[in-house]
Antibody, heavy 118, light 107 residues
């Protein structure tokens, strides 16, 4: 069965960086894109961007341009999201999800809580 | 950027009642509108894709309709397990966007 398993919770200081991993199984990894979505405490869902494991191209939300980098490692069927220059308003649960381009996000990881606090 | 608005923000209903949630897009998105259910402490779950296509395993009481700018998620005969937040999502154009969510509470 399709599974996306994310890395554990992180606590970071303002200005630091965080890298969240997402390991996929149960499907052909390069055949689907990986998207990242975050959810601040008590808030709604915010799309952050996506990456194509097959080609390696990315598309990021404009508000995160310059601070976010998404990568994949097809040898381990893993995706990574690195967010730099962390601020307190980056505190959120970060989700990875699978999709075919143009389609909705059909499988999601369990989420990774990133807390930014001094 | 396409803005999605949802109404109501919160709906408190009794079991077996019918629930209707609307999602309006700031411009036409055809049928590229999808619905997710998120229960507390859980990841979102895809319920309906392309406005009206139910995902496998989703109870038949959930249905979706609409096209263009106006969409509806209907829950017929609500069950206690349906207490959750419901989000619409458009994949018509980048950046992809979500609605602000509708919280369904059980009275």
């Amino acid at each position: 069965q399709v599974q996306l398993v994310q890395s554990g919770a992180e606590v970071k200081k303002p200005g630091a960086s965080v890298k969240v991993s997402c390991k996929a199984s149960g499907y052909t990894f390069p055949s689907y894109g990986i998207t990242w979505v975050r959810q601040a405490p008590g808030q709604g869902l915010e799309w952050m961007g996506w990456i194509s494991p097959y080609i390696g191209n990315t598309n990021y939300a404009q508000k995160l341009q310059g601070r976010v980098t998404m990568t994949t490692d097809t040898s381990t069927s893993s995706a990574y999201m690195e967010l730099m220059s962390l601020r307190s308003d980056d505190t959120a649960v970060y989700y990875c999800a699978r999709f075919r381009f143009g389609d909705p996000f059909d499988y999601w990881g369990q989420g990774t809580l990133v807390t930014v606090s001094s | 950027e396409i803005v999605l608005t949802q109404s109501p923000d919160v709906q408190s209903v009794t079991p077996k009642e019918k629930v209707t949630i609307t999602c309006r897009a700031s411009q036409s998105i055809g049928s590229s509108l999808h619905w997710y259910q998120q229960k507390p402490g859980q990841s979102p779950k895809l319920l309906i894709k392309y406005a009206s296509q139910s995902m496998s395993g989703v109870p038949s009481r959930f249905s979706g309709s609409g096209s263009g700018t106006d969409f509806t998620l209907t829950i017929n005969s609500l069950e206690a397990e349906d207490a959750a937040a419901y989000y619409c999502h458009q994949s018509s154009s980048l950046p992809q966007t979500f609605g602000p969510g509708t919280k369904v509470d059980i009275k």
